[in-house]
C-alpha cells in the first residue's frame, strides 16, 4: 500500500546554511492493513515524509508508491485515495461542523454527501452539534471532526500526524478507539505520533526515524532484539551462589541482583524458566515470583535516538 | 463542480466576517450615492465658481458651449467616474485577503491542499470568489449612478457625457481587468503575510494606478476618450499577464507548504 525506494527531500534553507536533507533515501514497504508508527523526535522529517507521501510536496530524489499509484506521476489519484489528518485540526472555524464536512465530501467527490457526513458525525458523537461553528469546538472535538474530515471519503490509506496531540487522556482514549475500528476494517494507518505507548498499542509495526529509518520492526521484536528477554526471579533466603548456578545455564546471558531480586537476561524463558526455577528449588531457595520484566517502547526509543 | 464548491466555501466563510461584508455593501452604496448628491447640489452653478476649475476644462466648456451648471456636472462626474474603478480593485483584495491569509492563520490550507481538488481549481476558485461580488457590486452600482443620473443631470448633454461609450469601455472592458490584477495581487501579498488586516493594508496599494490616472485628469495632464481607456486596458491585460503568472507560481502546494511564512 505505501511503498518508498531511496525517497528523499532536500530543502535549500539559505546560502549560509545550505541545504538541509530532511529525509535521507527512505525505504519502506507497508502493507495493505497494517498500522504502521512512524516515530521520531522533532525535526526528524516525519511531516515531511508525510507530505512526500501525500503527493503534497515532491521527492527530491527516489520513487514512492501509494495504494498502488506512483507519486510525482499520478498525484491526484494519490490523494483521492488517501486520507490526511494534519498536525493542526485546520477547520473552517466560521462555518458549522456540518458545512465543514460537506465542503470536503464534495471536494472529494463522495456519492452520498450528506449520508456520509451524517454517518462520521454520529459515529464520532457530534451529530447534536453538527451546526454549531467548528470555532466553538473543543480541542478534542475539532480533533474528532478533522478524523471524520480525513475518513469521509473511505480512503484506503490514511495518514494520522499526531492524532491525539494536546487532547485530554479522555479525547485521546476516544480516538486511539476510533484508529482502533479503523484497523479492523483492513484500511492502512500511517502513525505518526510522540506517543510510544499509542505507538505500543495501536501499531504492528514502527520505524524509528531521524532523517532516515534508524530502525524497523515490530514494537516486541525491537525490545527483544535491544534489551534481550529479561526475567525477574523473587526469592527468599537467596544468596550469592544462587546467582553463580544460574550463570552455568547457557540460555543465561547475564544475572544481577536487584532490589533484592534476581534479575537475568535469557535467550527462551518459556523453555529456559522451569530448568531456572528447578535449579533454584534445588539450591534451597523459596521462589515467590517468576515475571518478564517488559522493557517500554520509550527504552528502545530513547537508547535508539541518543546512540545515533 | 469543485470549483462551484470552493466558490461557495469562500463566500460562506469570507461573507461571515463583517468587515468583508461591510466592504462589500458599503462601498457600491458609497460610490453610487456620492456622485449623485454631487448632481443634486451642482444644478445650480454661478458662473464665479468655475473659475477653480482646471484651464483645459474651462476652455472645454467654452468650446462646447456648456453652461456653468452643465459645465461643474461633466467635469466633477467625469471626475467620480474613475470611483466607480476602485470597487473591483478594492472587494477582491479584501475578500481574497482574508480569504487566503485567513487560511493560514487556521492552517485549514494544508487539508484542502491534500484534497484531489488541482492548484489551478484552487485558484480559480478562490479568484472567482474575489471576482464575482467584485464585479457585481461595481457594475451594479454603476447602474444605479446611470439611472439616478437621469433624475439630477441639467441637461441630456451633461448625461451623453455619463453614459458615454469611454465609461461604458471602462467598466465592461477596464474593470473586468482590474479585479484580476486585484486578486493576483492579494495571493501575492498573502504568500508573504501572516495578519489579514495587513495583507488587506497593503492590498490597498493596487488602487494607486487609478488614483495617479484621477489625479492627472484632474490636473489634465491624462484625457480620457474611447482610445486612451483601451490603450489603458491593454497595458492591464499585459500586467495581469504578469502579476498572475506570478501569483500562480507561488500558488503551488509545495511552495505554500515550506516557503509561505
Not at chain 1, 544460574?246 to 531480586?261: I, R, Y
Request: with cysteine; aromatic share 8%; proline share 4%.
Amino acid at each position: 500500500m505505501i511503498r518508498t525506494e531511496g525517497l528523499t527531500k532536500t530543502f535549500a534553507v539559505d546560502k549560509r546554511i545550505g541545504k538541509i536533507t530532511a529525509v535521507d533515501r527512505l525505504d519502506l514497504d507497508v502493507k495493505a492493513g497494517e498500522v504502521f508508527g512512524f516515530l521520531g523526535p522533532n525535526g526528524a522529517g516525519k511531516t515531511t515524509t508525510v507530505r512526500l507521501l501525500s503527493a503534497l510536496i515532491g521527492a527530491t530524489s527516489g520513487r514512492a508508491w501509494v495504494n498502488g499509484f506512483e507519486i510525482g506521476k499520478r498525484d491526484q489519484e494519490v490523494r483521492a485515495s488517501i486520507g490526511i489528518l494534519t498536525e493542526q485540526p485546520g477547520m473552517y472555524d466560521r462555518l458549522s461542523a456540518q458545512k465543514n464536512l460537506m465542503i470536503y465530501a464534495r471536494l472529494y467527490g463522495v456519492p452520498n454527501p450528506a449520508g456520509q457526513v451524517e454517518k462520521y458525525l454520529r459515529m464520532l458523537g457530534l451529530w447534536d452539534r453538527r451546526r454549531d461553528p467548528a470555532g466553538s469546538f473543543s480541542k478534542g472535538m475539532k480533533q474528532k471532526l478533522a478524523i471524520a474530515r480525513a475518513i469521509l471519503h473511505e480512503p484506503k490509506t490514511i495518514f494520522l500526524d499526531e492524532p491525539t496531540a494536546g487532547l485530554d487522556p479522555e479525547a485521546a482514549k476516544l480516538v486511539r478507539d476510533f484508529i482502533e475500528e479503523l484497523k479492523t476494517e483492513g484500511r492502512t494507518i500511517f502513525l505518526c505520533t510522540h506517543n510510544l505507548d499509542e505507538a505500543d498499542r495501536l501499531c504492528d509495526r514502527i520505524a524509528v526515524f531521524k532523517h532516515r529509518v534508524i530502525k524497523l520492526d515490530t514494537p516486541s521484536r525491537m525490545r527483544t532484539s535491544m534489551f534481550g528477554r529479561t526475567v525477574e526471579i523473587q526469592v527468599r533466603h537467596a544468596d550469592e551462589p544462587m546467582l553463580a548456578l544460574l550463570k552455568h545455564f547457557d540460555f543465561v546471558k547475564s544475572a544481577e541482583w536487584v532490589d533484592g531480586k534476581i534479575v537475568a537476561q535469557v535467550d527462551d524463558p518459556e523453555s529456559g524458566n522451569p530448568a531456572l526455577v528447578k535449579a533454584l528449588v534445588e539450591a534451597g531457595a523459596e521462589v515467590q515470583f517468576v515475571s518478564e520484566l517488559k522493557h517500554s517502547l520509550e527504552d528502545v526509543y530513547l537508547s535508539l535516538i541518543n546512540n545515533r | 463542480m469543485r470549483i462551484r464548491t470552493l466558490i461557495d466555501k469562500e463566500w460562506n466563510e469570507v461573507f461571515k466576517n463583517k468587515l468583508v461584508l461591510f466592504t462589500v455593501l458599503l462601498l457600491p452604496l458609497v460610490f453610487a450615492v456620492l456622485p449623485l448628491v454631487q448632481l443634486a447640489t451642482t444644478r445650480q452653478v454661478n458662473p464665479g465658481e468655475l473659475s477653480d476649475a482646471p484651464g483645459n476644462i474651462a476652455r472645454l466648456c467654452d468650446l462646447q458651449g456648456l453652461t456653468s451648471a452643465e459645465c461643474m456636472q461633466t467635469f466633477l462626474s467625469q471626475s467620480f467616474m474613475l470611483f466607480f474603478f476602485l470597487m473591483p480593485l478594492m472587494i477582491p483584495v479584501t475578500i481574497a485577503s482574508y480569504s487566503i491569509v485567513g487560511e493560514k492563520t487556521t492552517r485549514s490550507l494544508e487539508p484542502l491542499l491534500a484534497t484531489p481538488t488541482t492548484t489551478a481549481e484552487i485558484i480559480v476558485g478562490k479568484g472567482l470568489a474575489a471576482v464575482i461580488p467584485a464585479m457585481a457590486a461595481g457594475w451594479l452600482s454603476f447602474a444605479v449612478y446611470l439611472i439616478g443620473a437621469r433624475f439630477f443631470v441639467v441637461s441630456d448633454r451633461v448625461y451623453a457625457a455619463i453614459a458615454s461609450p469611454v465609461w461604458l469601455v471602462g467598466m465592461v472592458l477596464v474593470a473586468p481587468l482590474l479585479t484580476l490584477f486585484s486578486v493576483g495581487a492579494a495571493i501575492v501579498i498573502s504568500s508573504r503575510v501572516n495578519d489579514p488586516r495587513a495583507a488587506e493594508q497593503l492590498g490597498a496599494l493596487v488602487i494607486l494606478p487609478v488614483l495617479a490616472v484621477f489625479i492627472g485628469q484632474i490636473f489634465g495632464v491624462i484625457a480620457l476618450n474611447v482610445t486612451s481607456m483601451i490603450v489603458f486596458a491593454g497595458v492591464m491585460l499585459v500586467v495581469d499577464a504578469g502579476m498572475l503568472y506570478l501569483a500562480a507560481k507561488l500558488f503551488q502546494r509545495e511552495t505554500i507548504l515550506t516557503r509561505w511564512r
